[in-house]
């Protein structure tokens, strides 16, 4: 029975049910509908709608629902169109034609909205746990490869020496940034539809401030025309994931290449790497291609929103209904991909020789020019002359470390004796001590502000009971 049988004599086309139910997957929303409809009943009984025992024979009624949802033993039926005719039939099935006064005042465009949101709200803590514990990872792999050298890169050519531990870090601060949007996103989430009837507004006394409060929204919405329709906290939340997505695609990109025989940086324990069905000696990075590849899909999730809200007029239209599962895909992608890739980190072995080796005296040319800064000549005639050094190097085959004092001095005079002491990468390394730079010392004061950021503590005004669990 749909929830809207009344001026129709026909019942619907098993085709056009097929089409237009969506219970198949705003099933995910069971939790939040019941306790929407909780808080609905109290707020038209405070308004007179319902009797005090009337009140209490829905939300008992209601809990029973909640109940069965928990233990997995709610009945689907056949005729359930969306989650919200589901719990309003079962509601009849346990307590009589009551379960009919319910819905006063209240509309399924409202009704969505709010369960949407609060599927969001209760949702964001779980994702943004699951990028603190990869956080946590990088910053393990900071503490325990710290010293370790390694060859930075430009355009994926050797460009400067840097710290492991730097490296690592790199890929924290992009996660802090989306841990901050998703913090950030909550206050926009937290606006309450309920209330706006289909579109005009609720012609009963409600009050919708204490229903905000006691659904843990910060707000009634201000427009019940705007409220049914708005969106963009679904956009926002896919641009959060897609953002997610791009960051754990560039380090899983660095990730498949540093695992290569060729660079050999890095090898992944067996437990996060798999094999090939015909090649014996194969050990692949899977897990890092496919959050590479996912991560397209994630992109993909936000422009299908983006275009899907793009042409339609004010307040609600079923197209609204495709706003559920890319968000539930884009929060599934990332809570199955976070926590294979923290495995995968908190699991590999860094091959520190085979990185210091990728180090050559040649990534020390920018080295060689400051040293002659220091030595008074200016930076852009530095600059030449360590080029000339380089150029040199190369025409008689040699490493530029290995050219002698007197070649370095029939370049320039401010060359002086000790200069391939230049040539050491960890000095270049320690040099670079400025703050955010590669040294020791400031990657040490960076590593305390990560973990400090680490504990960014997350602001849904969310119900505390609801908060952390995934549904
Ligand atoms: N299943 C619908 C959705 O997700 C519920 C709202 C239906 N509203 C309506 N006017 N048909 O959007």
């Known amino acids: ?33 019941v306790r929407g409809s909780i808080a609905w009943a109290q707020a038209i009984a405070a308004a007179g709608v ?28 056949p005729g359930d169109e969306d989650i919200h005719t589901a719990v309003e039939r079962r509601l009849g099935e346990l307590i009589g034609p009551l379960a009919g006064k319910l819905h006063t005042g209240r509309s399924r465009n409202d009704q969505v909205a709010t369960d949407f949101r609060l599927w969001v709200l209760d949702n964001l803590p779980v994702l943004d746990a699951a990028l603190q514990e990869f956080q946590s990872a990088l910053v393990e792999r900071a503490e325990a490869d710290f010293e370790t050298l390694m060859p930075g890169y430009t355009h994926l050519q050797r460009a400067q020496p840097i710290l492991l531990s730097h490296w690592w870090l790199s890929h924290f601060w992009p996660l802090h940034r989306d841990r901050q949007r998703l913090h950030d996103l909550v206050k926009r989430v937290a606006v309450l539809p309920l209330g706006s009837g289909a579109l005009a507004g609720c012609p009963f006394a409600i009050d919708r401030a204490a229903l905000a409060q006691a659904l843990g929204f910060a707000a009634p919405s201000a427009n019940s025309l705007e409220a049914v329709s708005d969106r963009d906290f679904a956009a926002e939340f896919l ?19 540093f695992t290569t025989a060729e660079f050999g940086f890095f090898e992944l324990s067996d437990a996060f790497s798999t094999g090939s069905s015909l090649m014996p000696q194969k050990k692949n990075p899977d897990l890092f291609e496919l959050a590479r590849g996912k991560s397209g899909a994630l992109l993909g999730l936000l422009n299908g929103m983006l275009a899907m809200l793009k042409g339609l007029p004010s307040t609600y239209d079923k197209d609204l209904q495709e706003d559920k599962p890319p968000v539930f895909a884009a929060f599934d992608t990332l809570t199955t991909i976070l926590p294979a890739l923290t495995g995968a980190l ?36 530095a600059h030449a002359l360590a080029g000339k050094a380089v150029r040199l190097a190369a025409e008689r085959g040699v490493t530029l470390d290995a050219l002698s004092v007197s070649d370095y001095q029939g370049l ?13 990468p960890a000095q270049s ?43």
């Open 412 to 424: 320039h005079a401010a060359f002086g004796t000790e200069v391939h002491t230049v040539f050491d």
């Open 346 to 381: 908190r699991t590999l072995k860094t091959r520190p020789a085979r990185m210091r080796a990728g180090i050559d005296a040649a990534m020390l040319a920018t080295d060689l020019a400051d040293y002659l800064v220091e030595r008074g000549v200016a930076f852009r005639e």
């Open 1 to 33: 029975m749909t929830l809207w049988g009344g001026r129709f004599s026909g019942s619907l086309d098993p085709l056009a049910w097929e089409l237009n139910a969506s219970i198949g997957f705003d099933q995910r929303l069971a939790r939040q509908d």
């Open 50 to 77: 319902l009797s005090a025992a009337e009140c209490d024979q829905i939300c008992a009624g209601l809990q029973t629902v909640a109940q069965e949802f928990e233990a997995e033993r709610f009945a689907f039926q």
């Open 429 to 471: 390394v320690a040099r670079r001590k400025a703050s955010g730079g590669t040294a020791p010392e400031a990657v040490k004061v960076q590593l305390q502000q990560a973990k400090e950021a680490l504990h960014l503590q997350h602001a849904a005004p969310t119900q505390p009971d609801s908060a952390g669990k995934a549904s």
């Open 239 to 257: 641009f959060c994931t897609a953002m997610i997505g791009l960051h754990l695609s560039k380090l899983s990109e660095m990730m498949v290449l």
